[in-house]
């Protein structure tokens, strides 16, 4: 069965960093697209970031996120990372990783990740 279990969210301070992470099991992680995703309160899903299967071939970031963002993959560890920097009160929504680019990103399984920022 397919799994993604994303972490490392938290409260941080308007200006602050946070990394997370996600641990994929359960389908060939190696040779999927994967993206970040996220959902702010009272809002829908919005794609963030993509990376290719090769970790350096194709990297995608939103307008949202692009220069303040760092996605990146352990294939070896079947883990998905993404490096937030300069966070907003903006950036406050749940994250969650899932399969897929920008245009082809599946709807995410997981729990996903808190990341509140406020002061």
């Known amino acids: 069965e397919e799994q993604l279990v994303e972490s490392g969210g938290g409260l941080v301070q308007p200006g602050g960093s946070l990394r997370l992470s996600c641990a994929a099991s359960?389908?060939?992680?190696?040779?999927?697209?994967m993206s970040w995703v996220r959902q702010a309160p009272g809002k829908g899903l919005e794609w963030l970031s993509g990376?290719?299967?090769?970790?350096?071939?194709?990297?995608m970031y939103s307008d949202s996120v692009k220069g303040r963002c760092t996605i990146s993959r352990d294939n070896a560890k079947n883990m998905l990372y993404l490096e937030l920097n300069s966070l907003k009160t903006d950036d406050t929504a749940i994250y969650y990783c899932?399969?897929?680019?920008?245009?082809?990103?599946?709807?995410?399984r997981g729990q996903g990740t808190q990341v509140t920022v406020s002061s």
């Open positions: 899932t399969r897929g680019g920008r245009l082809t990103w599946v709807p995410p």
């Open positions: 359960g389908f060939s992680f190696s040779t999927s697209f």
């Open positions: 990376i290719s299967i090769d970790g350096g071939g194709q990297i």
